[in-house]
């Protein structure tokens, strides 16, 4: 994946939630309030917070990032051990992939989309310049 842009691996309208996305990325993180813009349409999403899984993080195996300060974390209940095991290995392959969890919502409160699967967008950055 190339800097400054993510892909839309899954999403997911979560009522009461939000939209629930896995991206994939090569940043360091990616803040909360950042915009994500699709340059062909020019719709754009804002990252809410980051989803850790409470299952990697009871594994101690979660990766997270300095600059994601708001996060919310899911957790699931398995069947067995043999299940849970699974899980925290499919989950510990898509980190290594540059893949993780958000929660997202529309910049526009008009158009309540949710992003197409497989596209790539563009990560809008907010320079801070300090006045001298």
């Known amino acids: 994946m190339e800097s400054s842009f993510i892909k ?11 939209l629930l996305t896995e991206l994939q990325h090569n940043e360091n ?7 994500i813009i ?3 349409t020019e719709k754009s999403w ?6 850790l899984s409470g299952t990697l993080l009871i594994a101690d195996s979660e990766i ?3 600059c994601e300060t708001e996060y919310k974390h899911f957790s699931n209940s398995y069947k067995n051990m ?8 499919k989950e510990i ?14 910049a526009n409160k008009k158009e309540q989309v949710k992003p197409e ?11 801070n310049k300090e006045l001298s």
């Open 8 to 18: 839309i691996i899954e999403c997911f309208n979560l009522p009461g939630i939000g």
């Open 29 to 35: 993180g990616i803040p909360p309030n950042t915009e």
């Open 38 to 40: 699709e340059l062909e």
């Open 46 to 51: 804002i990252i809410k917070k980051r989803v």
């Open 64 to 66: 997270t990032f300095d």
């Open 82 to 89: 043999k299940d849970r095991e699974i899980t925290v290995e």
């Open 93 to 106: 392959e898509k980190r290594k992939k540059g893949i993780y969890w958000y929660l997202i919502k529309p």
């Open 117 to 127: 699967i497989g596209i790539k967008l563009k990560i809008k950055r907010h320079h």
